[in-house]
Protein backbone atom coordinates (compact mmCIF):
# COMPACT_ATOMS: atom_id res chain seq x y z
CA UNK A 1 0.00 0.00 0.00
CA UNK A 2 1.59 3.34 -1.06
CA UNK A 3 0.36 6.79 -0.89
CA UNK A 4 0.60 10.12 -2.94
CA UNK A 5 2.18 13.03 -1.04
CA UNK A 6 0.70 16.23 -2.81
CA UNK A 7 2.50 18.69 -0.55
CA UNK A 8 6.00 18.16 0.43
CA UNK A 9 7.47 16.28 3.53
CA UNK A 10 6.93 19.15 6.24
CA UNK A 11 6.18 19.43 10.15
CA UNK A 12 2.22 20.44 9.12
CA UNK A 13 -0.29 17.95 10.33
CA UNK A 14 -1.38 15.30 7.74
CA UNK A 15 -4.97 15.93 5.52
CA UNK A 16 -5.68 12.94 3.47
CA UNK A 17 -7.43 12.83 -0.17
CA UNK A 18 -9.68 10.24 -1.13
CA UNK A 19 -10.22 10.75 -4.59
CA UNK A 20 -13.15 10.02 -7.46
CA UNK A 21 -13.14 6.51 -9.58
CA UNK A 22 -11.62 7.00 -12.60
CA UNK A 23 -9.56 9.59 -10.93
CA UNK A 24 -6.07 10.02 -9.37
CA UNK A 25 -4.77 12.37 -6.91
CA UNK A 26 -2.81 14.75 -8.98
CA UNK A 27 -5.95 16.05 -10.46
CA UNK A 28 -6.87 18.15 -7.47
CA UNK A 29 -3.16 19.31 -6.99
CA UNK A 30 -4.34 22.83 -8.02
CA UNK A 31 -7.41 23.14 -6.43
CA UNK A 32 -5.92 22.03 -2.92
CA UNK A 33 -3.22 23.89 -3.52
CA UNK A 34 -4.45 26.96 -0.76
CA UNK A 35 -4.17 24.56 1.84
CA UNK A 36 -0.65 23.06 1.34
CA UNK A 37 0.03 25.99 3.47
CA UNK A 38 -1.75 24.86 6.49
CA UNK A 39 -1.04 20.73 5.69
CA UNK A 40 0.56 17.92 4.28
CA UNK A 41 -1.45 16.40 1.97
CA UNK A 42 -1.37 12.76 1.12
CA UNK A 43 -3.48 10.44 -0.91
CA UNK A 44 -3.81 6.33 -0.05
CA UNK A 45 -3.13 4.50 -3.72
CA UNK A 46 -6.56 2.71 -3.81
CA UNK A 47 -7.13 -0.69 -4.95
CA UNK A 48 -7.19 -0.52 -8.85
CA UNK A 49 -3.98 1.01 -8.51
CA UNK A 50 -2.10 -2.43 -6.79
CA UNK A 51 -0.90 -4.78 -8.80
CA UNK A 52 -2.18 -8.13 -9.24
CA UNK A 53 -6.03 -7.10 -7.77
CA UNK A 54 -9.31 -8.93 -9.31
CA UNK A 55 -12.39 -5.58 -9.42
CA UNK A 56 -14.63 -8.80 -9.38
CA UNK A 57 -13.36 -9.01 -5.52
CA UNK A 58 -15.17 -6.00 -4.81
CA UNK A 59 -18.96 -6.67 -3.33
CA UNK A 60 -19.30 -3.22 -1.64
CA UNK A 61 -16.98 0.19 -0.86
CA UNK A 62 -16.86 -0.53 2.39
CA UNK A 63 -13.76 -2.42 1.12
CA UNK A 64 -12.24 0.55 0.18
CA UNK A 65 -12.53 2.32 3.77
CA UNK A 66 -11.22 -0.74 5.29
CA UNK A 67 -8.03 0.10 3.11
CA UNK A 68 -8.03 3.31 4.05
CA UNK A 69 -8.03 2.63 7.93
CA UNK A 70 -5.27 0.35 7.75
CA UNK A 71 -3.28 2.45 5.66
CA UNK A 72 -3.61 5.54 8.13
CA UNK A 73 -2.96 3.17 10.92
CA UNK A 74 0.27 2.04 8.76
CA UNK A 75 0.91 5.63 9.08
CA UNK A 76 0.30 5.97 12.87
CA UNK A 77 -2.11 9.33 12.27
CA UNK A 78 -5.04 10.25 14.39
CA UNK A 79 -7.55 12.82 14.42
CA UNK A 80 -6.48 14.41 10.66
CA UNK A 81 -9.35 16.54 8.27
CA UNK A 82 -10.27 14.22 5.49
CA UNK A 83 -11.77 15.01 1.67
CA UNK A 84 -13.46 12.57 -0.20
CA UNK A 85 -14.84 13.37 -3.67
CA UNK A 86 -17.79 11.08 -5.06
CA UNK A 87 -16.16 7.79 -4.75
CA UNK A 88 -13.76 8.64 -2.58
CA UNK A 89 -16.48 10.96 -0.04
CA UNK A 90 -18.73 7.34 0.28
CA UNK A 91 -15.18 5.53 1.31
CA UNK A 92 -14.45 8.70 3.80
CA UNK A 93 -18.14 8.43 5.09
CA UNK A 94 -17.65 4.33 5.63
CA UNK A 95 -13.84 5.20 7.36
CA UNK A 96 -15.17 7.59 9.65
CA UNK A 97 -18.11 5.78 10.96
CA UNK A 98 -16.27 2.57 11.54
CA UNK A 99 -13.04 4.32 12.66
CA UNK A 100 -13.88 8.42 13.97
CA UNK A 101 -10.49 8.61 15.95
CA UNK A 102 -8.50 8.51 13.09
CA UNK A 103 -10.54 11.89 11.72
CA UNK A 104 -11.07 15.37 12.87
CA UNK A 105 -13.78 16.99 10.22
CA UNK A 106 -14.84 16.14 7.08
CA UNK A 107 -15.25 17.74 3.71
CA UNK A 108 -17.18 15.44 1.27
CA UNK A 109 -17.46 16.99 -2.47
CA UNK A 110 -20.23 15.35 -4.37
CA UNK A 111 -20.26 12.07 -2.58
CA UNK A 112 -22.23 9.30 -3.93
CA UNK A 113 -25.20 9.65 -2.10
CA UNK A 114 -28.42 9.16 -4.18
CA UNK A 115 -32.07 9.76 -3.57
CA UNK A 116 -33.49 6.47 -1.89
CA UNK A 117 -35.70 5.99 -4.50
CA UNK A 118 -33.10 5.63 -6.77
CA UNK A 119 -31.33 3.29 -4.16
CA UNK A 120 -34.67 1.13 -3.72
CA UNK A 121 -34.47 1.01 -7.77
CA UNK A 122 -31.03 -0.01 -7.32
CA UNK A 123 -32.28 -3.06 -4.82
CA UNK A 124 -34.79 -3.95 -6.79
CA UNK A 125 -32.95 -4.19 -10.12
CA UNK A 126 -30.25 -6.55 -8.16
CA UNK A 127 -32.80 -8.51 -6.56
CA UNK A 128 -34.03 -10.01 -10.30
CA UNK A 129 -30.13 -9.55 -11.76
CA UNK A 130 -30.92 -7.06 -13.15
CA UNK A 131 -27.74 -4.33 -14.11
CA UNK A 132 -28.65 -0.70 -12.96
CA UNK A 133 -26.67 2.24 -14.20
CA UNK A 134 -25.87 -0.38 -17.47
CA UNK A 135 -24.97 2.47 -19.46
CA UNK A 136 -21.56 3.71 -17.21
CA UNK A 137 -20.66 0.24 -16.77
CA UNK A 138 -20.38 0.30 -20.72
CA UNK A 139 -19.12 3.18 -20.93
CA UNK A 140 -16.31 3.05 -18.64
CA UNK A 141 -15.40 -0.66 -20.45
CA UNK A 142 -15.88 0.77 -23.80
CA UNK A 143 -13.21 3.63 -22.96
CA UNK A 144 -10.28 4.37 -24.91
CA UNK A 145 -7.27 2.68 -23.51
CA UNK A 146 -4.51 3.74 -25.56
CA UNK A 147 -3.02 6.47 -27.33
CA UNK A 148 0.27 7.08 -29.18
CA UNK A 149 1.79 10.15 -27.24
CA UNK A 150 0.28 12.03 -23.86
CA UNK A 151 -0.61 14.89 -25.99
CA UNK A 152 -2.38 12.98 -28.23
CA UNK A 153 -4.07 11.66 -25.20
CA UNK A 154 -4.74 15.19 -23.92
CA UNK A 155 -5.81 16.50 -27.01
CA UNK A 156 -8.81 13.86 -27.17
CA UNK A 157 -9.93 14.07 -23.61
CA UNK A 158 -9.94 17.69 -23.66
CA UNK A 159 -13.03 17.83 -26.26
CA UNK A 160 -15.01 15.02 -23.54
CA UNK A 161 -17.90 17.19 -22.31
CA UNK A 162 -16.80 16.05 -18.99
CA UNK A 163 -13.90 18.50 -19.87
CA UNK A 164 -16.07 21.06 -21.04
CA UNK A 165 -15.31 23.48 -17.97
CA UNK A 166 -11.93 22.03 -16.47
CA UNK A 167 -9.25 24.43 -16.91
CA UNK A 168 -6.18 23.58 -19.19
CA UNK A 169 -3.99 23.42 -16.46
CA UNK A 170 -5.84 20.45 -14.31
CA UNK A 171 -6.95 18.56 -17.52
CA UNK A 172 -3.10 18.39 -18.11
CA UNK A 173 -2.74 16.94 -14.88
CA UNK A 174 -5.50 14.40 -14.86
CA UNK A 175 -4.07 13.19 -18.83
CA UNK A 176 -0.48 12.98 -17.27
CA UNK A 177 -1.63 11.18 -14.15
CA UNK A 178 -3.74 8.39 -15.49
CA UNK A 179 -1.37 7.56 -18.14
CA UNK A 180 1.85 4.94 -18.24
CA UNK A 181 3.99 3.90 -20.62
CA UNK A 182 2.04 0.83 -22.97
CA UNK A 183 4.34 -2.32 -23.76
CA UNK A 184 3.83 -1.77 -27.49
CA UNK A 185 4.75 2.10 -27.03
CA UNK A 186 2.49 4.93 -26.59
CA UNK A 187 0.85 5.69 -23.20
CA UNK A 188 -1.93 3.61 -21.96
CA UNK A 189 -4.56 4.14 -19.26
CA UNK A 190 -3.29 3.51 -15.78
CA UNK A 191 -6.51 3.34 -13.88
CA UNK A 192 -8.24 -0.21 -15.19
CA UNK A 193 -11.69 0.68 -17.17
CA UNK A 194 -12.69 -2.82 -15.49
CA UNK A 195 -12.09 -1.52 -12.39
CA UNK A 196 -14.19 1.84 -12.95
CA UNK A 197 -16.88 -0.16 -14.40
CA UNK A 198 -17.07 -2.96 -11.33
CA UNK A 199 -17.58 0.46 -8.98
CA UNK A 200 -20.46 1.71 -10.87
CA UNK A 201 -21.50 -1.72 -10.53
CA UNK A 202 -21.29 -2.02 -6.75
CA UNK A 203 -22.90 1.22 -5.58
CA UNK A 204 -23.72 0.69 -2.57
CA UNK A 205 -27.29 1.25 -1.24
CA UNK A 206 -26.76 1.75 2.65
CA UNK A 207 -25.38 4.95 2.77
CA UNK A 208 -27.98 6.97 4.52
CA UNK A 209 -27.53 4.63 7.62
CA UNK A 210 -24.06 6.08 7.61
CA UNK A 211 -24.94 9.57 7.19
CA UNK A 212 -27.27 9.25 10.21
CA UNK A 213 -24.24 7.91 12.22
CA UNK A 214 -21.88 11.05 11.71
CA UNK A 215 -20.35 12.93 14.47
CA UNK A 216 -17.60 14.76 13.33
CA UNK A 217 -18.35 18.14 11.68
CA UNK A 218 -19.06 17.38 7.91
CA UNK A 219 -19.34 19.61 5.15
CA UNK A 220 -21.06 18.49 2.03
CA UNK A 221 -19.95 20.36 -0.96
CA UNK A 222 -22.53 19.49 -4.36
CA UNK A 223 -21.44 20.72 -7.93
CA UNK A 224 -24.61 22.71 -9.64
CA UNK A 225 -25.66 23.29 -13.59
CA UNK A 226 -24.07 26.33 -15.16
Known sequence: MEFVK???????PYLH?????????????????PLQKHFRIISLKIRPLWPGEDPRQVKHWGLFADDLIRGLDSLGVKGIPAIGHSLGGVTT??????????????????????DPRRLWAIRFARFFGWEYRKGLVRGALMRRRHWDSETEAFLYLKGKPL????????????????LRPAP?????LLYPPEWEARIYQTIPTDVWGYVSRLTLPTLVLCGGRF
Open 163 to 178: FKLWPQETIKAYTHSI
Open 184 to 188: QGGVE
Open 17 to 33: LSHANGFLPQTYAKTLQ
Open 6 to 12: LSKKSSK
Open 93 to 114: LYAVVKRPDLFSRLVLIDPTLL
